[in-house]
């Protein structure tokens, strides 16, 4: 079974070695890669000492493949070509036209689910029947592979409830433009059906796995067994040649001291090369809640601790790494990359939206071109946002609309002075 193998030490060296002669053929070949910058104030230099300073250092490599994160396609292949073509690497540079790349979409293909997650974030769209056809789907994949996306995720509902479609979405699709992830609980999966998703060109399954206690994930997840059915679904991606990684929603439980390390040290035992961590918000499962009661101050400072050891106490290097995207997205790091300078999402009755915390619909794929839909939420959004969450700035006036009977998501115009406010005050109120 091939194994996560986190770059450390020699092999480290080795990897820098050999991405230093890649990246060396992109200098030099400037009509190929011509957003490629070394220096300058946001080139490949800038980001190198930008993702030093915040811990993100931990390449990991799976059946001979390198991976980066979670937002660029793996290392060598014609998508990561691609990506860097088009300013990937360029990471500073985001929201001007040395950062043409756009990061990551997911989409939810579907609204069936067996599963009944506190957390969901498509909790109020979730319904036996679908809206949006695989064919439609097949189009909009092809979009969004000519606008120049590095990652597409397939996720839902659970996307392996719509299985056949999933295949057939991955062998449509051009696998040399895009890496393409699937997000699921693990439910339905067999050896037999993670074989056929690598076959038809799956590269990455990001697997929901919320506590290392079985109870405690199996109440969130609503399902008994969810606990043992993730952590079989990893061995049957990582059997079939996919790499796994692990979606963490954080909770208080998880936060209070020991439990996250006690988790670390599970996943790492199980071969995961990468944790990511996601903090709950207001949306979805959670869109009544007051965030400060699904997880405060305390707990973010715990979870920023335990990041903070991963990333450089030496204690750590051969251990997964983790992303923690709230730690992350601080206004004094790297700021909220919603709308594509991170990802996007387009949910499963079609509304593109700028995160998948944020129901505000850009637009419909139903209705409209998804170019047009992204062009048109990229220019209220047009760089990362440096003023706090959105998702939690605008769910006081969404959870009042809400309760008046609109619609969720809301659509943008809708809520566009409270959107451009938030833009123009920083977030201050």
């Given amino acids: 079974m091939p ?9 480290a060296r080795r990897f820098r070695r050999a991405f230093a002669a890649y990246l060396f053929g992109c200098a030099v070949r400037k009509r190929r890669y011509p957003l490629f910058i070394f220096g300058g104030r946001d080139g490949f230099r800038r980001t190198v000492r930008d993702l030093r300073k915040l811990g993100l250092c931990k390449p990991v490599r799976f059946d001979g493949r390198v991976f980066f994160g979670l937002s660029m396609p793996h290392w060598p292949s014609a998508a990561f070509d691609r990506a860097v073509a088009g300013g990937a690497l360029n990471l500073a540079a985001a929201g001007t036209p040395r950062k043409q790349y756009i990061d990551s979409a997911v989409l939810a293909i579907t609204r069936r689910c067996s599963y009944g997650c506190l957390h969901c974030y498509e909790r109020l769209n979730i319904g036996a029947e679908e809206v949006v056809p695989v064919e439609k789907w097949r189009e909009v994949i092809a979009g969004l592979q000519k606008l120049g996306i590095g990652v597409i995720t397939l996720s839902g509902g659970e996307p392996l409830d719509r299985f056949d479609d999933v295949l057939s979405l991955l062998r449509s699709a ?34 929901g796995l919320d506590d290392g206690v079985p109870a ?7 399902k008994t067994g969810a606990f043992e059915t993730a952590l079989q679904a990893i061995r049957f991606f990582q059997d079939a040649g996919i790499f796994a990684y692990v979606n963490v929603c954080l909770t208080k439980e998880l936060s209070a001291p020991g439990e996250l390390e006690r988790f670390y040290e599970r996943l790492k035992s199980e071969g995961v090369g990468l944790v990511r961590l996601l903090e709950p918000k207001p949306c979805g499962g959670y869109f009544d809640e007051d965030p400060d009661r699904l997880f405060d101050v305390g707990d973010r400072a715990r979870c920023a601790a335990f990041y903070e050891r991963t990333a450089w106490d030496p204690a750590y290097r051969d251990y997964p790494s983790v992303f923690y995207e709230s730690y992350l997205e601080t206004p004094e790091r790297m700021g909220c990359r919603l709308a594509g300078h991170s990802l996007f999402y387009i949910d499963s009755l079609g509304h593109v939206e700028p995160c998948v915390f944020l129901p505000v619909s850009f637009g419909n794929i139903m209705r409209e071109d998804v170019a047009a839909v992204f062009e048109k939420m990229r220019r209220a959004a047009p760089q990362p946002f440096r003023g706090g969450c959105p998702a939690v700035l605008l769910a006081p006036e969404m959870r009042a609309r809400y309760s008046r009977g609109h619609q969720v998501p809301v659509p943008y115009e809708d809520i566009r002075p409270s959107w451009e406010k938030m833009w123009e005050t920083g977030g201050r109120a």
């Fill in 3 to 11: 194994r996560a193998e986190v770059l450390s030490g020699i092999r």
């Fill in 174 to 207: 051009d696998a040399s433009k895009s890496d393409f992830h699937l997000h699921t609980s693990g439910f339905g999966l067999t050896p037999e059906r993670a074989k056929a998703l690598r076959a038809a060109g799956l590269v990455a399954a990001g697997v």
């Fill in 216 to 222: 405690r994930h199996d109440a969130l997840r609503g």
